[in-house]
């Protein structure tokens, strides 16, 4: 017997480093909704013995699902050998954490949730049943938000985003703000969804990402005469968004690769 699942990513409309933990880890706030990610896993018991994880885009290190797998059985889950075949949407890099959409996926089949903040920073919030939450921490406190529903498009230009070095680049520049003025700040943005115009929503990695890859202007150009309630980047990048009050045809760019519509 084959399963199929379907996977979600995450968009961050505000996200704010607030500090560097002992560990090595980044303390956040981050308003993050679920969105499709037309990712699809199928699963099947593995008649080698061995978990086997395939996808069709290449991915660096240790596939996510493998670790999540991994993570779950040394916390004492009975899980068999899985032969896993990932059909990947959207290539990694692009800040949308659909690498972490997959292990949600899994975890949430065998009932693994509790395990998530062991597998990565966004595998929590997706492994829950929200669709808007504030997330803090390390990506492990959430904070469910009742809002309206919204609407928008996702450009994934020709570039990635390595996590690590976009971390180790904002530590060399130090935050912006603290703790309490995130939160503040990014329940703000929930007013965007009842009409009101907010423009550029803030993230921090936007400045390094900016001096890299000064195109993001265009697009956010393009955004804002399309009317956009805001617009911005998602995660540590690649990927621009904008929140649309109703569907705009775009003429994008050479460098846009994918579009995603949620």
Do not use: Q
């Amino acid at each position: 017997m084959r399963i199929i699942l379907p996977a979600f990513a995450k968009l961050n409309l505000t996200l704010r480093v607030v500090g560097k933990r002992p560990d090595g880890y980044h303390n956040l706030v981050s308003t993050f909704v679920k969105i499709p990610s037309g990712d699809v896993l199928y699963i099947s018991e593995s008649t080698a013995g061995i978990d086997i994880v395939n996808a069709n885009i290449p991915l660096k290190g240790e596939n996510i699902v493998a670790k999540a797998l991994r993570v779950a059985r040394e916390e004492g889950f009975k899980i068999p050998p899985l032969n896993v075949k990932i059909h990947k949407s959207i290539p990694p890099g692009s800040g949308l954490g659909a690498g972490s959409g997959n292990a949600a996926a899994v975890l949430t089949l065998f009932g693994a949730e509790r395990v998530a903040a062991k597998v990565g920073a966004d595998v929590p919030f997706l492994c829950s049943g929200n669709k808007f939450a504030l997330v803090s921490g390390i990506g492990d406190h959430i904070e469910p938000v009742k809002t309206h529903d919204i609407h928008g498009v996702i450009a994934i230009p020709n570039w990635e985003t390595e996590t690590k070095s976009a971390y180790a680049e904002l530590d060399s520049l130090g935050y912006e703000v603290g703790i309490m003025l995130a939160r503040t700040e990014a329940r703000d943005i929930y007013y965007a969804n009842a009409g009101r115009k907010v423009g550029l929503l803030p993230n921090d990695f936007l400045k390094v990402l900016m001096k890299k890859h000064p195109k993001y202007k265009e697009l956010f150009g393009m955004f804002e005469a399309a009317d956009a309630d805001c617009w911005g980047v998602t995660g540590s990048g690649s990927a621009a968004f904008a929140v649309l009050k109703e569907s705009v045809k775009f003429s994008w760019p050479s460098y846009v690769k994918h579009v995603l519509y949620f």
